[in-house]
Each structure stands twice: as structure tokens, then as C-alpha cells.
């Protein structure tokens, strides 16, 4: 079975321009998850997608971040524009519904110069 | 505000020892609590889950507790290997949907 694929795995980007990151998760995974996580810090939950419908965006920063999922299955997240504060790992996690474990992807690591 | 803390400090223990890692939390009831391993430059894997009615869960050479009168889990590594050596995670969950919230993380160094 495959994982959760991510892409890019590396972004480097001067402040101000736009960014986005792709994910897709584990088939007949219903449930997507972005996460943001800084150095030396654990992930922290960005948005929350019960296929289609985000059902948990609250810790996104909505004034600059974006997210979808159009058909329920891959995800972007998209940032526009990018902060030097907006450095860090993007990282993507699926599961079904009533699955406490997530799976996480590899992530993006994104530099904001 | 819900708060999560974890041995701020980086382990490091002999080859064979064991290795105990400690989550601590604050304003918060989780129903479960889960701990992840993350390599460098990798997503974290799910290890173990412990429900708030278990005391104890383990997995190989790997063993949770779970006070919730003391707020604490305990992670435990018995016969530690070189491998073991990752950022270990612990996360609560279960009251808000799929919700995790994690911890910082402990870096665990196993010198052979």
C-alpha cells in the first residue's frame, strides 16, 4: 500500500511570492490533515478535511493561507504571501473515518528568504 | 490553554538500557494518547495508543502508561538499540473529532 505522497520535499522562496504544496493521501482515506511544524517543535494542526469539507480550519491563518480538497481526495495548500514566519515543515496526514492513527507523509520543508 | 510537555532535554542512554520518555499535560481530558517516532527529515509513525480507561499498553519492546489523576504518560524502550535513536512524540486526542494535539518532541540518542 502506498503512503501519503507529498510535493514538493523542498521549497526555497524570497518573501512575498505565493507557494503551494500537494498532497495525497492513502486511498479510502476519507480524512486529510495539514500540519505545520517549526524546528525543535511537534506538529500543530492547520486543517482538518472530512473529504470534501473542511471541517476543522481554525488555526489556519486564513489572511494568507488557503486550502482544498475539490473532490475528496488530494489536497493543496497554498500560501500567498509567504512570511519569513512561514518557514517550516508542511507536513500532510490521512486516515478513515474513526481511525485514531494518522499517517503522516514526508512532508515539505519550506524556506522563506 | 491546553498545554503539553515533554523531556525538554535530549536523552541519551547506553546501548541495552531502558529508555523512559515522559508527556505532561494541563487543561486538557484526552480520551486516548498516542505516541509517534519521527526519523530526520521524515512524517512521524504511529507507535502506540492508550485509552483513558488502560493503565498500560505495550508492543514488543515498547510500553505506555497512563495516569490521568496525574495528568502523565510514561513511554518506555526496554533493550535499546542504536536504531531507536528519533524524535518520539506524544499526542492527545479523542475530544475534538480526529484533533491531535503533540507535544514537542524528545530526542533520544542510543549510543552502542
Known amino acids: 500500500e502506498a503512503g501519503v505522497v507529498q510535493s514538493p520535499r523542498y521549497k526555497i522562496i524570497e518573501k512575498k511570492q505565493p507557494v503551494a504544496f500537494w498532497c495525497n493521501p492513502i486511498?479510502?482515506?476519507?480524512?486529510l490533515y495539514w500540519y505545520r511544524q517549526n524546528l525543535g517543535q511537534g506538529p500543530e494542526l492547520l486543517i482538518r478535511y472530512e473529504n470534501e469539507e473542511a471541517v476543522d480550519d481554525s488555526q489556519l491563518p486564513k489572511d494568507r493561507f488557503s486550502a482544498e480538497r475539490l473532490k475528496g481526495v488530494d489536497s493543496t495548500l497554498k500560501i500567498q504571501p509567504a512570511e519569513l514566519g512561514d518557514s517550516a515543515v508542511y507536513l500532510c496526514?490521512?486516515?478513515?473515518?474513526?481511525?485514531?492513527?494518522?499517517?503522516f507523509g514526508p512532508g515539505t520543508r519550506l524556506l522563506v528568504l | 490553554s491546553q498545554k503539553i510537555e515533554q523531556n525538554s532535554e535530549a536523552l541519551n542512554i547506553q546501548e541495552g538500557k531502558t529508555a523512559t520518555l515522559t508527556c505532561n499535560y494541563t487543561n486538557y481530558s484526552p480520551a486516548y494518547l498516542q505516541w509517534y517516532r519521527q526519523d530526520p527529515g521524515r512524517g512521524p509513525v504511529f507507535l502506540l495508543l492508550?485509552?483513558?480507561?488502560?493503565k498500560e499498553k505495550r508492543k514488543e519492546r515498547l510500553k505506555v502508561t497512563f495516569d490521568t489523576t496525574l495528568k502523565q504518560s510514561l513511554f518506555h524502550i526496554t533493550a535499546s538499540q542504536p536504531a531507536d535513536s528519533a524524535t518520539y512524540l506524544c499526542a492527545l486526542g479523542g475530544n475534538q473529532g480526529g484533533k491531535l494535539i503533540f507535544g514537542q518532541g524528545t530526542e533520544l540518542s542510543v549510543k552502542p
Open positions: 496526514a490521512s486516515s478513515t473515518p474513526g481511525q485514531e492513527t494518522q499517517y
Open positions: 492508550i485509552r483513558e480507561n488502560e
Open positions: 486511498s479510502g482515506h476519507n480524512t
